[in-house]
């Protein structure tokens, strides 16, 4: 089965510098992978997402992520840090049963002072 | 951008009673899910619903819970005899498509407490 780590459940950094939200995964085969954001009070919304393409993914909001095969990493950046950035953030695995199954990380919380 | 909307944002409810959990998903979509997560835990699968019939489910996904997309445009979770257990946040998704490439879009969820 597949599986999602993320290291950190807490990450806090000052507007304007880098951002680093790092997840490992687990999977038997090529996975498919995600990050999804939550802000207070709102839904899961889609940052970005790997599916077998181009290893380092663009998403929005100037967030990127590269897919890393040989060290299981999918690990997400912005070089810059907004203060609209705080927010929960997921990384994702899909089971690809045919049907999308997600399987979710526990979630990094990101918090940026000013 | 269209977008998926559940009702209420936040129920309460008693141990032992039904509650039925609404959205409405993104109209030209024909795969939807529900997730829930209990607070302090991870998103977790529900179940998925194709084709006006559930096409998988997980090992939480018991007896008390059932799914029904009434009338085309609405598409429910239906808890029969709630526990203390199932307070939780209940979010739905819609997708175009079954593949990894079309993305789930998911709504602002219900907050169900079970009281």
């Known amino acids: 089965a597949q599986s999602v780590t993320q290291l950190d459940s807490h990450v806090s950094v000052s507007e304007g510098t880098p951002v680093l939200l790092r997840c490992n995964y687990s999977?038997?085969?090529?996975?498919?992978l995600f990050w999804y954001v939550q802000h207070p009070n709102k839904g899961l919304q889609l940052l970005l997402k790997?599916?077998?393409?181009?290893?380092l993914v663009k998403g929005i909001n100037g967030f990127e992520a590269e897919f890393k095969k040989s060290e299981t990493s999918f690990h997400l950046t912005k070089p810059s840090a907004h203060m609209s950035d705080a927010a929960e953030y997921f990384c994702v695995v899909s089971e690809s049963t045919g049907f999308q199954k997600l399987v979710f990380g526990t979630g990094t919380r990101l918090l940026v002072s000013p | 951008e269209p977008e998926v909307t559940q009702t209420p944002s936040h129920q309460v409810t008693q141990m032992g009673q039904e509650v039925i959990l609404r959205c409405v998903p993104i109209s030209n979509h024909l795969y939807f899910y529900w997730y829930r997560q209990i607070l302090g835990q991870k998103v977790e699968f529900l179940v998925s619903?194709?084709?006006?019939?559930?096409?998988?489910k997980s090992e939480i996904f018991d007896d008390q819970f059932s799914v029904e997309r009434p009338d085309g445009s609405n598409f429910t979770l239906k808890i029969r005899s709630t526990k203390l257990e199932d307070s939780a946040m209940y979010f739905c998704?819609?997708?175009?498509?079954?593949?990894?490439?079309?993305?789930?879009?998911f709504g602002n969820g219900t907050r169900l407490t079970v009281t």
């Open positions: 790997y599916t077998s393409a181009a290893t």
């Open positions: 999977s038997s085969y090529s996975p498919s």
């Open positions: 619903f194709y084709n006006n019939e559930i096409s998988e």
């Open positions: 998704a819609s997708s175009a498509d079954r593949q990894d490439n079309s993305p789930l879009h």
